[in-house]
């Protein structure tokens, strides 16, 4: 089984990611880091670079071959979205799930934020809401599932996806921790 997390930049994809895999003993791939690790530097250099119609063609060929794999969790870059290839290899070999934060949840997680190439911009909470805007109508049509994070914590996030993975038969009850599992943590 493949699970992709798909949602605002910062809206925990990787963080979530990383542990739902571990919950699930699979392998977690993070997409921004394998590109990275193919272009040898950072995504926003990359980006200044070349600009985000190459940085798109480089991630839509990514995705396309992390999701023929079939196994693990994977976390989508904040646009992956954007390009329909990737919505439907997305939605058609995974089970993806939208990690759903408002633009200024997002906002307060990412304001020291120096690396993210779209909001290096005089208004970066404004960019998010107009990416909110833009994104969200995609990002439900790729899911099969949406969890609102609000203010969760991590683990209250995984044990939200997993519920909804188990309730949707694709995951053993035994890998979900039971609601006192997660008020202990």
């Given at each position: 089984?493949?699970?992709?997390?798909?949602?605002?930049?910062?809206?925990?994809?990787s963080t979530?990611?990383?542990?739902?895999?571990?919950?699930?003993?699979?392998?977690?791939?993070?997409?921004?880091?394998?590109?990275?690790?193919?272009?040898?530097?950072?995504?926003?250099?990359?980006?200044?670079?070349?600009?985000?119609?190459?940085?798109?063609?480089?991630?839509?060929?990514?995705?396309?071959?992390?999701?023929?794999?079939?196994?693990?969790?994977?976390?989508?870059?904040?646009?992956?979205?954007?390009?329909?290839?990737?919505?439907?290899?997305?939605?058609?070999?995974?089970?993806?799930?939208?990690?759903?934060?408002?633009?200024?949840?997002?906002?307060?997680?990412?304001?020291h934020d120096?690396?993210?190439?779209?909001?290096?911009?005089?208004?970066?909470?404004?960019?998010?809401?107009?990416?909110?805007?833009?994104?969200?109508?995609?990002?439900?049509?790729?899911?099969?599932?949406?969890?609102?994070?609000?203010?969760?914590?991590?683990?209250?996030?995984?044990?939200?996806?997993?519920?909804?993975?188990?309730?949707?038969?694709?995951?053993?009850?035994?890998?979900?921790?039971?609601?006192?599992?997660?008020?202990?943590?």
């Amino acid at each position: 089984m493949l699970v992709s997390l798909v949602g605002m930049p910062g809206g925990g994809k990787s963080t979530v990611g990383r542990q739902l895999a571990r919950q699930l003993a699979v392998p977690f791939v993070d997409t921004d880091h394998v590109i990275e690790e193919r272009i040898g530097g950072s995504i926003r250099d990359y980006f200044a670079q070349h600009g985000e119609v190459a940085f798109r063609d480089l991630e839509a060929q990514v995705i396309d071959e992390l999701t023929h794999d079939g196994t693990g969790v994977l976390a989508t870059g904040g646009g992956a979205v954007l390009r329909e290839a990737n919505r439907h290899a997305l939605h058609d070999r995974s089970t993806v799930v939208y990690l759903r934060s408002s633009a200024e949840e997002v906002y307060r997680r990412l304001r020291h934020d120096t690396q993210r190439p779209l909001l290096q911009v005089p208004d970066p909470l404004r960019k998010l809401r107009d990416l909110h805007r833009e994104r969200d109508p995609l990002y439900r049509r790729t899911a099969h599932f949406v969890i609102e994070t609000g203010r969760p914590s991590v683990p209250a996030l995984v044990g939200m996806v997993l519920m909804q993975l188990e309730l949707a038969g694709l995951v053993d009850a035994s890998v979900v921790p039971s609601p006192v599992d997660r008020v202990l943590r």
